[in-house]
Every structure is written in structure tokens, then in C-alpha cells.
């Protein structure tokens, strides 16, 4: 028989509620580790004689998202269903009690609907008017309105882009550069850099800077960076994001897959925990994370 090797994707035969697995090492005369995606505890040191309970997985069967970006912090010992547990007896309604933390959010999503939407923006392309382009953007950035506040990107990143705003040479590169990051055709990758770089430029490159616009115009799909408390729920996760405190487009990328993997991941869960969009994936993240609540 074969030896396994470290990488494989495996199932276990009597523990099929496991789901699927990852070989940690390979097959070796103490036996070896295992991750599995839904056990508690993730990591399963396995005897050698215990190789003949586990199939070998290959093909579509083997496709998963969090064991492609699968990341290990040694100490951690909370897991993602631990987490969704401890969310639920926090919030014994589920995702449906924190209607209160999104009500804001959803007003900012009105909002940039009203700022920023391909229509508005490009009628202001079309007269030059790129200052306006660049005040709808600060607007939406430290929008406040009675009990609505946007403390997303925090107060001292609110007042770089506004300074940034004010100190900006050429609008009209930043309103082009806004236009095509958020309604551009093509692949998103070289619009993101490029707008990233412009906001290098106004010494407001920030995660929660560039992630608003996308995120509350298009909550659907689109996702917001808040590094510490997304941090630690991908650690919880073991899912790798490769984090990066300057604006790169790998980061961005696999926070995406992330936002959907815990998209997926609860919506499979109790209808309690089913989110509607990514507002919901975005509060699930900051609520598990014990620093928030």
C-alpha cells in the first residue's frame, strides 16, 4: 500500500462527519496528523494503524476552499463551530438580533448608492466635475447623520483621506481612478492597484479606506477590511489571508475567498446564522472577535 503524503485530501471512513481532510506530514512509523474541515478540535493525530479508516480523495471531491488556504496558529484552540456556538448563546437570535449593528450600514450602502453609483459618477466625468467625484467620496468615508456614523475606518483614517482630499494635485486622476476601481471592465486586479496607488500618493492607503467604497456599494459581494478583528477570525478559521498591512492584491483576494468560504460555512449552519449578505458575514466577524464584544 502507498504511502501517504503530506497535502493529500482524505475521508475518514467511520467519521464521515468530519468532512474532508489534509494530510499535515507525511505517513510516517508514529503515525501522522490529519486537518479535518468540520471536527471540532481541526487536527487529528492519527496512529498508523489508523490509515485504513481514511479513503483518499481526488478531483472534485477534493476541492476546498479553506484547505487550499488552510493555516495553522499553533495555540489557537478556538474553531470556527466553537465560534459559531459562542455567537449564538452571545446572540441567542443569531444574525437577525444584530439587525441594530447593520441598520447603520445599510443606510451607508443607501448612501453610496447616491454618491458613488456608475450613473452619478460618470454624469460628473462627463462635465469635468471631478472635485465633486472627490467630495461624494469623503462623504461616504466620515459620513455622519444623527446616529449614523461611520467608525468603520477609524477617525484618525477618516481624517488622512480628508486631508488627502483637500492636499490632492489632480482630482481628476483620483475620480478616474475611483470610477474605474469601482464600475471599470476588465479584471479587477490592475484597477485595485491602481487606485490603491493613488491613495499611496495621498498618505491614505488603508485597509478600511479602500475596502468602504466596494464593500457598501456592493454588500452583495464585496468586502471590508478591519485587520485586527478580521485577523483573528481567520486565525479562529485557519484560514489563510495573507495579511499585509500595505494595500496588495493577494490580501484583498483571499480575504474575498474568505468573506465566501464563512458566507458558505454559515448559511449551511442554523437559519439563525444565515447571513444576507456580506454586512452580515462583516458583523458575524467583528462580533466573534472578544476585543468587539
Excluded at 474532508?20 to 481541526?42: H, K, P, T, Y
Amino acid at each position: 500500500m502507498e504511502k501517504l503524503k503530506k497535502g493529500q485530501r482524505v475521508q475518514h471512513i467511520n467519521r464521515p462527519n468530519w468532512g474532508l481532510g489534509q494530510l499535515l506530514e507525511d505517513e510516517n512509523a508514529n503515525g501522522f496528523r490529519v486537518f479535518f474541515e468540520e471536527n471540532s478540535e481541526g487536527v487529528v493525530n492519527l496512529a498508523i494503524a489508523a490509515r485504513d479508516r481514511l479513503r483518499v480523495v481526488t478531483g472534485a471531491q477534493a476541492q476546498s476552499v479553506l484547505l487550499d488556504n488552510l493555516d495553522l496558529v499553533d495555540g489557537e484552540r478556538l474553531t470556527l463551530e466553537m465560534a459559531k456556538q459562542r455567537f449564538l448563546k452571545q446572540f441567542p437570535g443569531g444574525l437577525r438580533l444584530l439587525d441594530g449593528e447593520r441598520d447603520y450600514k445599510d443606510e451607508l450602502a443607501r448612501v453610496a448608492q447616491q454618491l458613488l453609483a456608475k450613473d452619478v459618477l460618470q454624469a460628473l466625468i462627463d462635465v469635468e466635475n471631478y472635485q465633486q467625484i472627490c467630495d461624494n467620496a469623503n462623504t461616504l468615508v466620515s459620513y455622519k447623520k444623527k446616529k449614523v456614523w461611520n467608525n468603520l475606518p477609524s477617525l484618525f483614517e477618516q481624517y488622512a483621506f480628508r486631508d488627502g482630499i483637500k492636499t490632492l494635485g489632480d482630482p481628476k486622476s483620483f475620480a478616474h481612478s475611483l470610477f474605474e476601481y469601482l464600475h471599470g471592465d476588465g479584471d479587477l486586479e490592475p484597477r485595485f492597484t491602481r487606485f490603491a496607488q493613488v491613495l499611496a500618493e495621498m498618505e491614505a492607503a488603508k485597509w478600511p479606506i479602500i475596502t468602504t467604497f466596494r464593500f457598501f456599494l456592493f454588500p452583495a459581494t464585496d468586502v471590508f477590511i478591519k485587520p485586527e478583528t478580521l485577523k483573528y477570525a481567520a486565525e479562529v478559521s485557519r484560514f489563510g489571508i495573507n495579511y499585509r498591512p500595505q494595500l496588495n492584491w493577494l490580501t484583498y483576494y483571499r480575504v474575498t475567498q474568505f468573506y465566501q468560504y464563512l458566507f458558505d460555512s454559515l448559511t449551511a449552519s442554523t437559519a439563525d446564522l444565515k447571513p444576507r449578505d456580506m454586512i452580515d458575514v462583516q458583523s458575524f466577524i467583528w462580533c466573534i472577535d472578544p476585543t468587539s464584544y
